[in-house]
């Protein structure tokens, strides 16, 4: 039960993790436990590494889910290591999206007071008085938040309630074994052999032996995993009969006394010595990854690198145990180390849409380390690879965010945040580092920004700031983007300051493309102070401009969004409309979604000026989907009070009182003051009052009240499923013609076969034609022909956009 991974999802990384192996019973404590969970609102499951806590949690919370009408939440801490980073940790697992400048905690307490959920707070032990802070603050904050911890200690506060989580009970050997699969440890152990010895079952003849294993065993999960693939190459009673000797060993003879740490340790070393030289040095390096990895990462950072020092000596291998840095690893030796260390129950493989990723459990993790530490330097030259490739892969992810890979992008980046955050803190904590660590935090403004994370991306870039003050371009460049981090939501003076010491600084080092960055933040500043003439004539400059050489794209069309948005509000809506269809143009062109979800939401702006309302909804609705695509919350905040506006004008004024309530529970995650801009605020406060008085007080009660009870994927799904369509021009392409209207037939399910829906499905996870066939045992020209039907019934022209619907529909 303890060693196996649930597969995780990078989407769904904070819902409950998915089981892919079966769970040995654990009714006694499945009851206990929610028996405690109905009385008091913090439970802590204790017992040592291995014992089966994560796993546990995960079960106990699946089955209570129901009684938590806002959910339930899995905050995975063991990647963690600074307390900082944990209420930040928690917030991202439910949701949250914080801009404003409250201490973390009490902005994460102010956004759930008045939510039924429970958080699962996972791997605690190394971050005690952080998670104890949070629980208290929970606890004493809310009414109807209840939390769920798993530690190897308690935390210590007087409400807690602890349910010890033992070992698997184990039979005495010599006792009637009869019904032997009727004990957990047994029952675990026959399942895992099974998988590595097809057929293997308990039988009269080897209930003894493997009742005494797991018993020499101590009946721990992760001991009895680790022995059972074994099974591959000895019998039960040889497994029995090696596992004696290295208790003796470690026991000076009598193996009854052996504490059960050291039964853990032991199986654990066992493990370690029947891995080849190269798969040991794969496990010690890989334990530097503080999440999940894939394969490339694995080999940029298991493989050995030419500024780590090593040489190309015989290392001493595994005689005294060390893991040397001198036995040489290349990149081609990494895949069947990799694929050794699965097979060992070493590293979990976890599927899912996209490349396989691998995670060592946290045991195993730390065992790792421990051997890598026992090489001088050996640790900081892995710590310093796994920095290097994450920040080749921000870089890469930047290079092509203008572009058609966005979902994929943040996709890849939301699975490896915690590499992120590892890569940062070495290049924070260790001298020499810094500036690496400050130009990781720069390059990652899009995520940070475009995607759901400012309030993290604050703590980095001003993190890296103090670090580093040297006058660098990596420091023009973060001072802009904390601006923009720390700008946009209501610190307008914090964020032109930013942006004015970024445009000084680059001017003085001859960086014109980052002047353009602080350029683009100063007049986007003008326009939320509401100062919107002035923002014209900012942006009408920075448009007549020729993009320079370094220019990132994205802010390039970006003034001519904030130019477009300044002629809407000063009512030139035609001209307006004119620089969108450029912009969309640019964007079209590359495939592009973030940006474009701009464009059409100031197109749609530009005909609500107009009152051409019409025309308006379906830009502002195809602007919400594509926002969601890429996580876009504060896109999302500000389109949703869009809709509200034309919604409203248009006489569904029920469905415009669910939309506030939906819009607003969207920026209590992120700044109930919506900026604190009349300029964005006022025609929706209009168009409330409005509302309230055609519907009354009781019916926009009840309608805001269902808005506010739906999540962020729900209203988006709620705004979509507007009945009228009407057919109304688009943006014009380079050809002169109309893209095809993205915007038609979202979420009507009916339209679609059953056949069609599960490919939908498979396009979404970014299954190519052909896969769709192989996953479906289906022809390729009827997945093709099922794809062509799907998008003819939803109006659509690419995969991306049924990518996007389906995303809604969830």
């Not at 993790?365 to 900081?380: D, S, T, V, W």
């Not at 912009?583 to 107009?610: D, N, P, T």
């Not at 705004?719 to 893209?739: F, H, I, K, Y």
Request: charged share 25%.
């Amino acid at each position: 039960m303890g060693g196996s991974a649930p597969r995780r999802d990078p989407r769904r990384d904070h819902q409950l993790p998915v089981e892919t192996t079966s769970f040995v019973d654990r009714r006694d404590e499945l009851v206990e436990s929610r028996r405690l969970l109905a009385t008091a609102r913090l439970v802590t499951l204790t017992g040592p590494g291995g014992v089966g806590k994560t796993r546990l949690a995960g079960r106990i919370a699946a089955r209570v889910a129901r009684a938590f009408p806002d959910g339930v939440r899995f905050v995975h801490l063991a990647g963690l290591h600074d307390p900082a980073l944990v209420p930040l940790a928690a917030a991202d697992a439910l949701g949250l999206y914080d801009h404003s400048e409250q201490p973390p905690l009490d902005a994460l307490v102010e956004q759930v007071r008045d939510r039924r959920l429970l958080l699962v707070v996972d791997n605690c032990e190394h971050l005690l008085s952080a998670c104890a802070e949070l629980a208290s603050a929970l606890l004493h904050g809310t009414a109807g938040v209840r939390v769920l911890a798993t530690s190897r200690h308690r935390l210590g506060l007087t409400e807690e309630h602890l349910l010890d989580v033992r070992p698997l009970p184990v039979p005495d050997p010599d006792s009637d074994l009869s019904a032997a699969a009727g004990y957990p440890a047994l029952a675990l152990f026959a399942d895992r052999a099974a998988a590595v010895v097809p057929g293997f079952e308990l039988t009269p003849d080897n209930r003894a032996g493997v009742a005494r294993l797991c018993r020499r065993l101590d009946g721990l999960p992760l001991a009895i995993e680790l022995a059972a693939v074994r099974m591959r190459v000895l019998g039960v009673d040889q497994l029995v009969a090696r596992l004696d000797d290295r208790y003796r060993l470690l026991t000076t003879g009598s193996p009854a006394v052996l504490p059960r740490h050291q039964t853990l340790r032991a199986a654990v070393d066992w493990s370690h010595e029947l891995c080849t030289e190269t798969e040991q040095l794969v496990w010690a390096r890989a334990s530097v990854f503080a999440g999940g990895f894939d394969l490339e990462a694995a080999e940029a950072v298991c493989a050995d690198g030419g500024a780590d020092g090593v040489g190309e000596g015989e290392g001493a291998g595994a005689e005294d145990g060390r893991v040397g840095v001198g036995e040489g690893v290349h990149p081609q030796d990494v895949l069947e180390a990799v694929a050794g260390l699965v097979d060992k129950s070493v590293l979990c493989r976890e599927g899912g849409a996209g490349a396989v990723r691998y995670r060592l459990l946290d045991t195993l993790r730390h065992y790792g380390l421990e051997k890598l530490r026992q090489e001088p330097g050996a640790e900081a030259a892995a710590r310093r690879r796994q920095r290097d490739w994450f920040q080749e892969v921000a870089a890469e992810s930047e290079r092509a965010w203008f572009g058609p890979g966005q979902r994929e992008i943040v996709a890849r980046l939301r699975a490896d945040q915690d590499n992120l955050r590892a890569a940062l803190e070495f290049s924070l904590t260790v001298p020499g580092e810094a500036r690496a660590g400050l130009r990781l935090a720069g390059t990652l403004w899009f995520y940070w920004h475009a995607c759901g994370a400012p309030r993290e991306g604050r703590y980095w870039v001003d993190r890296a700031l103090d670090a580093y003050p040297e006058p660098t371009r990596e420091r023009a460049r973060a001072l802009w983007v904390a601006g923009l981090l720390a700008g946009c939501p209501e610190d307008l003076t914090r964020g032109r300051h930013r942006a004015e010491d970024a445009r000084a600084l680059a001017r003085r080092l001859g960086e014109p493309a980052e002047v353009a960055h602080a350029e683009y933040l100063l007049g986007l500043m003008v326009l939320f102070g509401d100062d919107v003439p002035g923002a014209l004539e900012h942006f009408e400059a920075a448009v007549a401009r020729e993009p320079v050489q370094g220019q990132l794209p994205s802010l390039t069309v970006l003034d001519q969004v904030e130019l477009a948005a300044s002629l809407a509000f000063l009512g030139h809506t035609d001209r307006a409309v004119r620089v969108c269809e450029d912009a969309y143009r640019v964007c079209e062109a590359h495939g592009e979604e973030w940006v474009r979800s701009y464009v059409l939401r100031v197109l749609a702006l530009a005909y609500a000026e107009k009152k051409e309302w019409h025309r308006a909804e379906p830009h502002a609705r195809e602007a919400l989907s594509r926002k969601l695509a890429v996580h876009d919350v504060i896109g999302i905040g500000l389109t949703l009070d869009l809709l509200v506006v034309i919604t409203a004008a248009r006489g569904a004024h029920e469905r415009a009182a669910v939309l506030l309530g939906g819009s607003d529970r969207v920026w209590d995650g992120i700044d109930s003051n919506r900026f604190g801009s009349t300029t964005y605020n006022s025609a929706r406060r209009d168009s409330e009052r409005r509302v309230r008085e055609a519907v009354g007080p009781g019916d926009f009660e009840r309608a805001y009240r269902r808005g506010g009870g739906l999540g962020l994927t729900e209203i988006v799904s709620y705004a979509l499923q507007e009945s009228e369509r009407p057919a109304v021009p688009r943006p014009r392409r380079a050809d002169g013609n109309p893209p095809p209207d993205s915007g038609r037939g979202d979420l009507q399910l009916a339209s679609l076969t059953r056949r069609e829906s599960e490919v939908a499905e498979l396009v979404a996870e970014g299954l190519a034609n052909q896969q769709i066939a192989d996953r479906l045992v289906i022809a390729r020209r009827t997945a093709e022909g099922h794809v062509e039907r799907i998008l003819g019934k939803l109006g659509f022209s690419n995969r991306s956009q049924i990518a996007a619907w389906v995303s809604a529909r969830r």
